[in-house]
């Protein structure tokens, strides 16, 4: 299957080259710098959100984890991959970029985050995309976010590539294999956590891979929107349960939605 992958990737890269060359051209710039986004330490903590990366940056390639790494793209040449894997001994670091989509990218490994303000290359009109930081103030940007670059980006991401729509399948298998599971803890008499914790078991994912905060709600917890617990105490009663949960492959996401009566009827 990884075959697929391997296939269809640089087709795609291709296709997301073609759309920010032309969005950049059209916004009047030479180079833009996508900022996967960083790390952030709770209040009062040493323990860091969960993070989610820039889709922006995920868009190019299959790095969900990079926190502090940059994609730096001038129109027509190679992409940069600025790529931060710090030597640290309190966590396990990302791996070293691998597999089929490192040869189509200039890697080059930053052991210290702010050490790419120096790779960056020259450019007079360089727009950053991304979670914005103080101290980028000084690192050469002439836009930082401009509505004349995304926008038309935004648009184009609405059509797939074969490559993503396989991504997306990949995801939507590891969620139907969830649900299937979610469903069985259902039908044995589980609570909203039990439900919960067979969706991720039979997923093979954690919450933090998920997509999103998953939904499972029984009884009248079915009637709020986004109910986001789960009770860990069974219900007295067992009348209906729904869950809208889904995965991610690549960073390319399942969402999907069912609802089930728990007695035998036309529901």
């Not at 075959?3 to 296709?15: G, K, N, Q, S």
């Not at 073609?18 to 790390?39: K, N, T």
């Not at 919960?196 to 998920?210: L, P, Y």
């Not at 009248?220 to 492959?249: C, M, N, V």
Request: proline share 6%; hydrophobic share 40%; glycine share 6%.
């Amino acid at each position: 299957m990884s075959d697929v992958l391997a296939r269809d990737y640089p087709a795609h890269l291709a296709a997301v080259r073609r759309q920010f060359d032309a969005a950049l051209q059209a916004a009047g710039l030479e180079q833009v710098a996508i900022y996967a986004g960083a790390l952030h330490i709770q209040f009062l903590d040493d323990s860091p959100y969960p993070f989610k990366v820039n889709p922006q940056f995920k868009w190019w390639l299959p790095l969900t984890d990079a926190h502090d790494s940059f994609i730096v793209y001038s129109a027509g040449k190679k992409p940069l991959l600025l790529y931060y894997q710090p030597d640290d001994y309190w966590h396990v670091p990302p791996a070293p970029p691998a597999g089929y989509w490192v040869d189509q990218f200039d890697v080059r490994i930053l052991k210290d985050a702010d050490a790419a303000k120096k790779e960056l290359p020259s450019a007079a009109k360089r727009a950053f995309i991304g979670e914005w930081r103080d101290h980028f103030q000084d690192w050469g940007f002439t836009q930082v976010n401009p509505q004349t670059l995304l926008n038309p980006l935004h648009y184009a991401r609405a059509a797939k590539t074969p490559y993503e729509l396989e991504c997306m399948r990949r995801a939507n298998v590891s969620g139907v294999r969830g649900h299937i599971a979610a469903e069985q803890a259902f039908r044995a008499g589980g609570s909203e956590y039990d439900i919960h914790n067979a969706f991720v078991v039979g997923s093979g994912q954690s919450d933090d891979q998920h997509a999103y905060h998953a939904i499972v709600a029984l009884n009248e917890h079915a009637a709020t929107l986004h109910y986001q617990h789960w009770e860990i105490a069974k219900p007295a009663a067992r009348h209906s349960f729904l869950i809208d949960a889904g995965t991610q492959f690549h960073g390319y996401a399942s969402d999907i939605t069912r609802t089930y009566s728990a007695a035998d009827d036309e529901f």
